[in-house]
């Protein structure tokens, strides 16, 4: 038989036809949407990289992300994420094609009715930042009291995925609604490489302990602290935000992802004192790289044995923070293999594969 392009009859056997691929290639033609408030090439943060590892499950994805620029009316009352949220969902309903899934980040697409299945993955919430991170900060009316307005309606619609226990906890305890933890994952890029290999590749001349921190300098990521164990031990410091080096503070800007597992591996350990998490990367692809983490008690290690990755310790405690550096470089701590397998892209993968396939069959 030959098929015509142009022949109306001939669509709905075609998709038949894909269906049956799908099931018997188990899953890697289905197509897919997700909408979200930032592309990678906008904004490289931890709800970005997601994406990224997403599209590796579905190879024909559609990613329909917000524009950068908002109305300055929006800017000013704080409502630039719920407007861009909504662009991207006007967006998305423009896009005259089916889906065998749709993917929200968060709140980004409030506004989408659609036809095809919704699954909605919370990297956090609103709420539980605001509670946590933002006290007394600019921002915590917003995130408090308008934000959850529009992550509630995300909840009434669809599957709900929290990214980590920590944030399935939240959705319950502030929002009453259930959810399925599906853990982030780091791919395998992120490995080993010898110590004295990777210092000398990014060009740092030094022998002693080096500790890494990754993220914004801001308070929410805890960077008042790190300039605190900085006075006693040599950090590198890879960021997107505008900061200079100092005598014990090695600023790396603009890196790129392919590049960090030189930049965890030539450090001793990874400190990590951030005030709030849902999940934590910079966590997962340290351990991924062998070495420990001094990190504060929030995200995935809210739910882990510091015995297996380092010291996990209490937000705000400068002391705990110092003792930890302590004790992994007086050990030479390495983290458990096991650790690092939890957080595999095959298990994140066949979560994310299995999870369309059973929307598609409800």
Same mark, same amino acid.
């Given at each position: 038989?030959?098929?015509?392009?142009?022949?109306?009859?001939?669509?709905?056997?075609?998709?038949?036809?894909?269906?049956?691929?799908?099931?018997?290639?188990?899953?890697?033609?289905?197509?897919?949407?997700?909408?979200?408030?930032?592309?990678?090439?906008?904004?490289?943060?931890?709800?970005?990289?997601?994406?990224?590892?997403?599209?590796?499950?579905?190879?024909?994805?559609?990613?329909?992300?917000?524009?950068?620029? =908002? $109305?300055?009316?929006?800017?000013?009352? *704080? #409502?630039?994420?719920?407007?861009?949220?909504? +662009?991207?969902? &006007?967006?998305?309903?423009?896009?005259?094609?089916?889906?065998?899934?749709?993917?929200?980040?968060?709140?980004?697409?409030?506004?989408?009715?659609?036809?095809?299945?919704?699954?909605?993955?919370?990297?956090?919430?609103?709420?539980?930042?605001?509670?946590?991170?933002?006290?007394?900060?600019?921002?915590?009316?917003?995130?408090?009291?308008?934000?959850?307005?529009?992550?509630?309606?995300?909840?009434?619609?669809?599957?709900?995925?929290?990214?980590?226990?920590?944030?399935?906890?939240?959705?319950?305890?502030?929002?009453?609604?259930?959810?399925?933890?599906?853990?982030?994952?780091?791919?395998?890029?992120?490995?080993?490489?010898?110590?004295?290999?990777?210092?000398?590749?990014?060009?740092?001349?030094?022998?002693?302990?080096?500790?890494?921190? =990754? $993220?914004?300098?801001?308070?929410?990521? *805890? #960077?008042?602290?790190?300039?605190?164990?900085? +006075?006693?031990? &040599?950090?590198?410091?890879?960021?997107?935000?505008?900061?200079?080096?100092?005598?014990?503070?090695?600023?790396?800007?603009?890196?790129?992802?392919?590049?960090?597992?030189?930049?965890?591996?030539?450090?001793?350990?990874?400190?990590?004192?951030?005030?709030?998490?849902?999940?934590?990367?910079?966590?997962?692809?340290?351990?991924?790289?062998?070495?420990?983490?001094?990190?504060?008690?929030?995200?995935?290690?809210?739910?882990?044995?510091?015995?297996?990755?380092?010291?996990?310790?209490?937000?705000?405690?400068?002391?705990?923070?110092?003792?930890?550096?302590?004790?992994?470089?007086?050990?030479?701590?390495?983290?458990?293999?096991?650790?690092?397998?939890?957080?595999?892209?095959?298990?994140?993968?066949?979560?994310?594969?299995?999870?369309?396939?059973?929307?598609?069959?409800?």
């Amino acid at each position: 038989m030959n098929f015509n392009s142009n022949d109306a009859l001939c669509i709905p056997t075609l998709n038949i036809l894909k269906g049956s691929l799908n099931k018997l290639t188990g899953g890697i033609f289905l197509k897919t949407a997700i909408i979200a408030l930032n592309d990678y090439s906008q904004v490289k943060g931890g709800t970005e990289v997601f994406t990224k590892h997403l599209q590796t499950v579905f190879p024909e994805s559609t990613v329909v992300s917000a524009p950068q620029n =908002v $109305g300055q009316v929006f800017e000013k009352i *704080g #409502f630039q994420n719920e407007y861009r949220s909504w +662009k991207a969902g &006007k967006k998305f309903l423009n896009i005259n094609d089916q889906f065998d899934a749709v993917f929200r980040n968060s709140y980004a697409g409030w506004n989408v009715k659609t036809e095809s299945p919704l699954i909605n993955v919370f990297h956090f919430t609103y709420y539980g930042f605001s509670q946590e991170a933002m006290q007394g900060s600019k921002g915590h009316f917003q995130a408090k009291y308008v934000s959850p307005f529009f992550e509630k309606l995300c909840l009434n619609n669809g599957v709900n995925i929290a990214v980590s226990a920590k944030v399935q906890r939240e959705l319950k305890k502030y929002y009453k609604k259930e959810s399925r933890v599906i853990e982030n994952a780091v791919p395998d890029i992120f490995h080993n490489i010898p110590r004295e290999k990777a210092r000398k590749e990014l060009g740092i001349d030094y022998s002693g302990p080096l500790g890494i921190f =990754v $993220g914004r300098t801001d308070r929410t990521k *805890g #960077f008042d602290i790190v300039l605190k164990i900085s +006075k006693n031990i &040599k950090i590198i410091c890879v960021t997107p935000s505008n900061r200079q080096s100092t005598d014990n503070i090695i600023v790396r800007t603009n890196v790129e992802y392919e590049n960090m597992p030189k930049y965890y591996s030539a450090a001793d350990f990874l400190i990590f004192p951030s005030r709030y998490e849902s999940s934590g990367y910079s966590v997962m692809e340290a351990i991924k790289c062998g070495i420990p983490v001094v990190a504060s008690k929030t995200g995935i290690l809210e739910d882990i044995d510091p015995n297996e990755v380092g010291a996990i310790v209490d937000i705000d405690d400068d002391e705990g923070y110092i003792k930890g550096v302590q004790q992994v470089i007086k050990s030479n701590f390495t983290p458990s293999s096991e650790i690092s397998k939890r957080f595999s892209m095959e298990r994140f993968k066949k979560e994310y594969l299995d999870l369309v396939k059973e929307v598609g069959e409800l």
